[in-house]
């Protein structure tokens, strides 16, 4: 099985590796906590199970098939994907999207969004990387979110703790404020808002420039830092015909990085933004967003319009009844 092994990639908890499930023949992916991450490998597959209360592909979640130990490690499965939204940007060379394709994009983690409210669920580790593309060649821009090793329903949240992606972190969680899915929401908003600008809108060094920068956006001025608000991020678009989408894709921006939580948008709202409006027709469920947009996008060449800190680098992070060992059998691979 050594020689068989192959590992698609590798986290604080553990490696993600291709398997063949030989009953059906079918590629799962199945992760492998690392022994010293036992208690995070449980707590995600409590996640899991909750998670397994909504339809996975209705809402554009992580199908879980099952888990088991082998070897004193937590393994999980997972139906199989193609490539993170970072791999795929990263092939791009980290250039902006289309506003069609953001919308596209937008779309399905907006449902994402909505399914896991209804459970009461905050996945708190949003990022390109736990965003996965489907299958790119038969399914163009289908997503689903992935990796909740950091989720917590709302009622178990406490104040004070640090746990999101510094890169992604929400106002309240920065202050210290009581949480809940809200905090979602606005890292939704920030990545999309990174997908559309090409680079990081807020400086990354630490959490105080970061608020610095908030202050900046809600009109109380910090005049020694250079910071891009929402009016100039309408002038990076290039393509013509589009100014009333832009402005509809503004407006749903700042409500989605509303700094209160109190005010910002919630999914069923955002839903029904008019930036997703075709025409007078919306798309019809939560899986036809490729109605929007699913022609593969095109790499476009250099136009200077991307400055900020340059997207070109990750930034890191810092039971349930036990299956038996022999189920690892069913599954040829890695492990």
Known sequence: LDQQKKFLGEGTYGKVAKCLEMSTQKHVAIKIVKKDFEDAGEDEIKALIELSKIDADKYNLVKFVEWFHHNNHVCIVFDMLDQSLYD??????????????????????????????????????????????????????????IDFGLAEKVEDLEMGIRIQNICFRAPEVMLGLPLDERLDMWTVGYVLGMLYAGFYFYPQDSEYNIIRALFEKTGQKVDDFDFWSFDELKGLYSEKNEAQKVEEFMDLLKRMLEVDPN???????????????????????????AQVHQEPEPIPATDGRRRGTPWTGRQSVAGPQSHTQSL??????AI
């Open 88 to 145: 795929y940007l990263e092939k791009r060379g980290f250039r902006p999207l289309s506003l069609r394709t953001i919308r596209c994009l937008a779309w399905q983690l907006l449902v994402a969004l909505s399914g896991l409210k209804k459970i009461n669920m905050v996945h708190f580790d949003i990022k390109p990387d736990n965003i996965m593309l489907v299958d790119q060649n038969a399914e163009p821009l289908r997503l689903k979110l």
């Open 263 to 289: 005010k910002r948008i919630s999914p069923d709202e955002a839903l029904q933004h008019p930036l997703f409006k075709l025409g007078k027709k919306r798309p019809q469920t939560p899986k036809e967003p």
């Open 328 to 333: 690892s059998h069913s599954y040829l691979g």
